[in-house]
């Protein structure tokens, strides 16, 4: 099954406490990307990446890491967590940027 | 700046009726696309359909449409025969051109189907 997977679907952590959001796709997209979504304001773009080793800030990078070291993989790293990082992120992925993307499921982030 | 901008906050239809999302968009570049994604309360975000900014007709996918209006810049989303499983959360989406492949999304509708 075509899929984007991300892990943890939910986490509760502490503000400093470095976290990873780890997301795979088995579609051999090239291009994948990290979304926060926040109430009243919609999903916002952190970081995507166009293939292997090439990654682009997306509008809202501050605070957030990624690497792409591999294809199927893209994870999403929070070196130093603070509240206003809280939030649901989700990964997703389509072919070469272009046409609709496919979104893993979500991963719901408290950071206290 | 590149801008997407859905004006309805929360929206109500009756069943069977048919409803229209607003969608406006802001880009200076020529080619670009336009996406809509629903996201029911369970959370997951579902493609429903998309506008390549070249395309000359309107997209349509089964019940949905995309009315696009180049010249005003508006890309809305058209729901024919409402059920009660479309009651969800709409996103209007766009994909830059010029070669960044960046996406907008809007800060979308609620819309609640009425039995």
């Known amino acids: 099954e075509a899929q984007v997977t991300q892990n943890p679907r939910y986490l509760i952590t502490v503000t400093g406490k470095k976290l990873t959001v780890t997301c795979s796709q088995n579609?051999?997209?090239?291009?994948m990307s990290w979304y926060r979504q926040d109430p009243g304001l919609g999903l916002r773009q952190i970081y995507y990446?166009?293939?292997?080793?090439?990654?682009d800030k997306g509008d809202v990078p501050e605070g957030y890491k990624v690497s792409r070291k591999e294809k199927r993989n893209f994870p999403l790293i929070l070196e130093s967590p603070s509240p206003n990082q809280t939030s649901l992120y989700f990964c997703?992925?389509?072919?070469?940027?272009?046409?609709?993307?496919?979104f893993g499921p979500g991963t719901r982030l408290l950071v206290l | 700046a590149q801008k997407i901008t859905q004006t309805q906050p929360g929206m109500f239809v009756q069943e069977k009726e048919a409803v229209t999302l607003d969608c406006t968009y802001d880009?200076?570049?020529?080619?670009?696309?336009l996406f809509w994604y629903k996201q029911p309360s369970s959370g997951e975000m579902i493609f429903l359909i998309y506008?390549?900014?070249?395309?000359?007709q309107n997209a349509t996918e089964g019940r949905y449409s995309l009315n696009f209006q180049k010249a005003r810049k508006s890309a809305n989303l058209v729901i024919s025969a409402s059920q009660l499983g479309d009651s969800a959360m709409y996103f209007c989406?766009?994909?830059?051109?010029?070669?960044?492949?960046?996406?907008?999304f809007g800060t979308g509708t609620r819309l609640k189907v009425l039995a």
């Open positions: 997703a992925s389509n072919d070469r940027g272009r046409g609709p993307q496919y």
């Open positions: 579609m051999n997209h090239e291009y």
């Open positions: 506008q390549g900014s070249y395309d000359e």
């Open positions: 990446s166009m293939n292997v080793e090439v990654t």
């Open positions: 880009t200076s570049d020529q080619s670009y696309g």
């Open positions: 989406a766009m994909r830059e051109g010029s070669g960044t492949y960046k996406y907008i």
